[in-house]
């Protein structure tokens, strides 16, 4: 890889530094933060790996826990975590555009969001543009579903004003970049039949996790679905077919579940299956007590998280994308076709490779993780296979056996979230400057990272 | 794809069609055998489904058992299952040699197994000649195998001589086309610290399952490393790699686990070590109690049953040349190679692709069908996922749940061996066919198979 004179790569041998710089400072400052005092409810520093949990979990914007939230930590620490959580959720946002504006050229977003369509770089000021619009893009979704939220938890629970705002914003926040985190020591199952709370939060999560170029290219020509570019032809069949395929599938399976869908009407049964399909994309709220969803029901939840949300969003997982690209890949080598053809575009041989690069290392991360855990804990394949998978796609959600995984099994844990956050973000970096490298003359404008 | 006037293609539509029936044949005369009064000790006609069950097994060669083999089947049913076995295990091996012959032609091993190097077809004098091979190949393995074994059980064992050649030759013949039946109601847990039968099995296992092209071309230019084929450099190479994978994976985790190596001296932990690795590839007996491994080495022993074997033998799975070469793409792609190399010889882009679509399609039915099977039983992930890789890799070994699937579990799991042993012929049909039709002109000469 050859070195253009460019800010990023005088400074740094790598973008991937950047980013694990980057979201490694975070964690260290949250930890810092959350270790003092004034951080818990109680008024004792809360153990160091508490803390590293608690502060990974909410950078990395994934929302498994090791203690619950309200009880455990004060005011102070709410909106730590809250601001850590929009940190984390704006840097993958913002890091995730600019790689995916690199490489693509080809996939035709690239054109559309640049004010310039001849240059072949992005300079200092298309960084700039995309942070702030990501930023302003990203405030006014949190406020609308913030509005909402308050309006209803005081309107609806007779919260009063300061609190409802104070639970609109921090849920808003914690919905809208994926983060998972809430203030109910039962995540959101008190709200199981309520659609505005449950419908306000799924959309939150969808919106957020669909990434950043599909939402532009929407924005700028919904009109037009001919125009769409393949990311955005594909990221959006795909989440709509996860989504009606999960929400099928507990409908299915759990309908007469006592512990579950059972005890619910049926407009409630539908509302609360529609949310269970939602979450693993990977916002990681609940409203049903997934301890008692089937295994069945375990290994649809482990399928969807593993495949997760939007490429540049704040979703984790191998991202919607990855996987329905995978499926035309598979399929057009069934019927026998020489070439993979998404509408009248033909699917380039290197991003085929990508593809199943990104599945083959995601699907041995959580192998091999999963191998670990059940060395280290008592736990069954079922409960070990969903909370890795929840880690590694930055879900948060979990059977319950997450408090109970030992120190080992947290450290574990920390690193595998940190792993399942940046690796797709590193390795979008590295294919970025791959195919720079290869694509185009070496660039004389700058290039500069975050 | 156009059909030439081939034998073949004149009587059937396709040639997975005479996969089919071929193997439905073999399984419906099996399941009337077996149905007869005398094929039981009791001299009772056994219930439809156990018969099936038990065909489908033999046929396959997957071995997993609904009743215990000698307690249920008189000496007559246990000769019709040997027969099974061994009409199973030369089917798949003649059919898989043909079908890899067709595609061959890049890999090398065509040539050096055709007497005629320039010829595009297989002539109906190159199909009787492999299949020639195959049967003396395979009854002279057998019938090495048995003499040893034979030997053991009469000199070690105390057996009438009678008696030992005839269980010589039944475990020889199940060993060598990887079927997997026994007949002690205990496998070969009885000889576990045994080094004469268990290598002299898990030799015959191996032998059985590298598949003949390898195995032919292994004995015609041992010698000459550097002429090797690919797919008998990555037959090997990934052989080799898993079995001392497995072997230290089970040492590592099952050391002192009391009801499996614990036991054991050092010397009879790894030869059941050994033992437990080879038979995933796949072989079916097994000497320890697989119900009392840790759930993390259930979890290798998933790894290894779904790559199986190599191509064109008697073992299941995706094969080891299939995941070898998803090792070597994935490889390529991280390090950023334009294209995949193996040795001095480039990876065909279309052979890439169909690499992706086996072990796609592999992970997609053993996925639907643990979810099924989780559905329709009460089983954990751990069992349920082991039993449908062992059936869909025809390896046969169980956790012990097998004859707890309940009759609409046991229907499914008929169905899913009968897949997991024609699914890959039928894909190796298919794709030997599209090869034809694409890189070559259309052959003049006749195709007969079976
Ligand atoms: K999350
Ligand atoms: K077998």
Known sequence: MTRSGSILLDRFHHPAQVVVAGFGLAVAVGTLLLSLPIATTTGESAPFLTALFTVTSAVCVTGLLLVDTSAHWSVFGEVVIALLMQVGGLGVMTLGTVFTLLVSKRLGV??????????????????????????????VCEAVAAVVLTARFAAGYGEPIGRAVYLGVFHSVSAFNNGGFALWSDSLMRFVGDPWICL?????????????PVVFELMRSWRRPRRWSILTRITLATTVGLLIFGTVAFIAAEWSNPRTLGPLDDAGKWLAAFFTAVMPRSGGFNTLDL????????????????????????????????????????????????????????????????VVAVMALGAGIVVVSTYLLLVITPHSLDQVLFEVISAFGTVGISTGITAELGTAGHVMMVVLMFIGRIGPLTLGSALALKERSRRYELPEERVIIG
Request: proline share 3%.
């Open 110 to 139: 690239r054109a559309r969001m640049l004010a310039q369509m001849e240059t072949k770089t992005l300079s200092l000021a298309d960084v700039r543009r995309i942070v702030a619009r990501v930023v302003v893009f990203s405030l």
């Open 200 to 212: 306000t939060i799924a959309v939150a999560v969808i919106v957020g996790g669909l990434g950043f």
């Open 291 to 354: 301890a008692h969803l089937y295994p069945s029901s375990w290994l649809v939840t482990d399928l969807l998280m593993f495949v997760g949300g939007g490429s540049a969003g704040t979703a984790g997982g191998i991202k919607v994308t990855t996987f329905g690209l995978f499926a035309f890949i598979v399929w057009a080598e069934l019927r026998g076709e020489p070439r993979v053809n998404i509408g009248h575009r033909r699917l380039p041989e290197g991003a085929q490779r990508q």
